[in-house]
């Protein structure tokens, strides 16, 4: 089966989407998601320049060799736009395959490992009694598990807190929006947060939270400890994880679960934390770490040490990325969690999907394929619109922090 075009469709249905659609002699046709927020069109430009020239011609049951032609053949190897790239070609294949198969994707992997996938919703507020409000919102929908964000008093605007809907869109000015931070304000607020939250939402919910790599390591080691008696499901990016060896410190201090990865490419970006058992959850999802072929081989890694997944599915990965988690979360066997930001009615319109939510589980459904498409025509009419994500800047003298 010959790729025979392949072209790049770019739409703001809400916020913006990069898509790749991959074409066949045989009319099999698949998508798969490109979308590197406030960097979309570098990952536009690289599959148009320099990946799809390569593809024609190709068979496209070829999947691994593709890959590796990819991956290799540029000699630049790793980076978020390449492996996002990367990431589209093979998820539109493994799409096809399917399709070839007259199978959902997750057979193909191996089968159902469980009845559905557990998710966590995001609940924020602006305080926290506004936050507890939400949280017991999102438990009333019928979440088991909520990640809790919540305004820290003193501070303007930090990270996780939206605009009072179900869409929490970070990348929301045509250049960077600023943020103020205080490291003490937050470690102070944080634990009563938490307090509050397991008070009222009692001792059977999975609580979670996003640290957003605002803090040190001994910072993250201190954060953890004061969060230790409310038992949370994980804490997330408690620190930067360029150099890996950095999670060992916040490990010896806490026993508090660690999450990492959201932004991590390749196998390489956490081959010490998960060989080193310094994390316990590993976030990389399908869309910036390479597609189903390559988070299928860090997912392996990690179920030799017991590090289990809890793939990233905020707003600005698209429906193809969240229905191409859900069929890889049905199968693999060291599974987590995934994550569930709700996308807004116009994303979900111009993506058609088979995946559902009932009760605090979504299932990838049995469409054949990965269950998600995209309608050209709607997606047409919103054109893409630059969005930058925000910056951070120290409270007391305008240092640029990690956002
Ligand atoms: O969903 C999360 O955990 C995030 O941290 C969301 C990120 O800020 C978002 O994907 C950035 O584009
Ligand atoms: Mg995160």
């Known amino acids: 089966m010959k790729i025979t075009n392949a072209r790049v469709i770019v739409c703001s249905p809400g916020r913006n989407f990069v898509t790749l659609k991959i074409e066949t002699d045989e009319g099999l046709t698949g998508i798969g998601d490109a979308t590197l927020n406030g960097r979309e069109l570098s990952v536009v430009s690289y599959l148009n320049d320099h990946v799809i020239p390569c593809l024609i011609g190709r068979d496209a049951h070829q999947i691994e060799d593709i890959w590796q032609y990819l991956y290799k053949g540029a000699y630049w190897r790793r980076g978020p736009v390449t492996m996002s790239a990367i990431a589209a070609v093979d998820t539109a294949l493994w799409d096809i395959k399917a399709k070839a198969a007259n199978l959902p994707l997750y057979q193909l992997l191996g089968g159902r490992s469980r009845s559905g996938v557990m998710v966590y919703g995001h609940a924020n507020g602006s305080d926290i009694e506004h ?48 943020h103020d931070w205080s490291t003490e304000k937050y470690l102070l607020h944080a634990p009563k947060l938490f307090d509050a939250v397991r008070q009222a939402v009692g001792p059977d919910i999975h609580l979670l939270h996003d640290v957003h790599h605002r803090l040190t390591p001994i910072e993250a080691g201190r954060l953890g400890k004061a969060l230790e008696p409310f038992h949370l499901f994980w804490m997330e990016d408690a620190t930067p994880a360029e150099n890996q060896e950095a999670f060992r410190l916040i490990r010896q201090h806490t026993t508090t679960p660690l999450a990492v990865g959201e932004i991590f490419n390749t196998i390489w970006d956490c081959k010490d934390l998960i060989q080193n058992q310094l994390i316990d959850y590993i976030r990389a999802t399908i869309v910036h770490a390479g597609g189903l072929t390559h988070l299928r081989r860090i997912a392996d890694f990690a179920a030799m040490h017991q590090v289990r997944t809890g793939c990233h599915g905020a707003t600005d990965l698209s429906p193809v990325c969240m229905g191409t988690a859900l069929h890889f979360d049905t199968w693999v066997p060291n599974f987590g969690i995934q994550e569930y930001m709700r996308h807004t009615e116009q994303t979900d319109e111009v993506f058609p999907h088979s995946y559902s939510f009932k009760d605090g589980y979504m299932h990838c459904g049995e469409t054949i394929g990965h269950g998600v498409d995209i309608d050209e025509k709607l997606a047409a009419k919103y054109p893409y619109q630059r969005a930058y994500l925000p910056v951070n800047r120290l409270q007391h003298d305008g240092t640029l922090v990690n956002w």
């Open 131 to 178: 936050t507890v409000d939400e949280v017991l919102r999102y438990k009333e929908m019928g979440y088991k598990a909520i990640r809790a964000q919540s305004g820290v008093p003193g501070l303007e605007k930090v990270y996780g807190v939206g605009r009072g809907n179900m869409f929490y869109e970070p990348a929301d000015g045509t250049l960077p929006s600023e």
